[in-house]
């Protein structure tokens, strides 16, 4: 849609976590595209947000920079189910665990 008319709804004082699958580099199809700074500038600025991106590009990738930027992490995107599968739930540790007190 166009950028105007793009919005995701959160419920208040939600978490807010998003996590990426991609095989390819980050692109935009919105009118005005949205630059990756763009992109970056967003996450950061939304709060309690987590980014977590998984991608088949290894070293320092356009995807791994926005998971740092958006509090998250990086990781490879595989065809083996249990490489997969342990990355789903270190995101699941990430995002469930309580505070140090519990």
């Known amino acids: 849609p166009p950028l105007q008319n793009f919005d995701i709804s959160w419920r208040p004082g939600a978490n807010r976590i998003i996590i990426v699958f991609s095989d390819e ?4 199809y919105l009118v005005p595209e949205l ?8 996450v ?8 977590y ?5 290894s070293g320092l990738t356009q ?5 740092i930027v958006g509090g998250g992490s990086w990781f490879n995107l ?3 189910p249990t490489e997969m599968y342990a990355s789903l739930m ?6 469930c665990k309580g505070d140090k007190n519990e």
């Not at 950061?44 to 980014?51: E, I, M, S, V």
């Open 25 to 28: 580099t980050p692109q935009s």
């Open 35 to 42: 630059k990756i700074g763009d992109v970056k500038t967003a």
């Open 44 to 51: 950061k600025n939304t709060p309690q947000l987590k980014l």
């Open 53 to 57: 991106t998984f991608s088949k590009y």
């Open 63 to 67: 995807w791994e920079d926005l998971a």
């Open 78 to 80: 595989t065809n083996n």
């Open 90 to 95: 270190e995101i699941l540790d990430d995002v």
